[in-house]
């Protein structure tokens, strides 16, 4: 499975945490999400931390469920 790459994330003073993926804004966070967020990427990989929080990450069955007959071009 390839490595997260892309992410980043700013802090805010109000205690707004943004997420962004190659630039665009992925998710923000606020309040107790906000600081949950943060102690976890200063005890992770942090690229794999935002790419759980923000749900953008493979699960590696995308290759099987291309292949599935329910994803077949032509289908109804």
């Known amino acids: ?8 994330y700013a802090e ?3 205690g707004t945490v943004r997420i962004t993926h190659r630039g665009r804004p992925a998710a923000t966070l606020r309040g107790s999400r906000a600081a949950e ?6 005890s992770g990989d942090p690229q794999q ?10 699960r590696g069955n995308e290759r099987t469920a291309k ?3 329910r994803n077949a071009p032509g289908r109804p």
């Open 37 to 42: 967020f943060l102690e976890e990427v200063a």
């Open 67 to 69: 292949r599935h007959p």
């Open 12 to 14: 805010f003073g109000d």
């Open 1 to 8: 499975m390839a490595t997260p790459e892309g992410f980043g």
């Open 49 to 58: 931390v935002m790419a759980r929080w923000t749900g953008n990450y493979r």
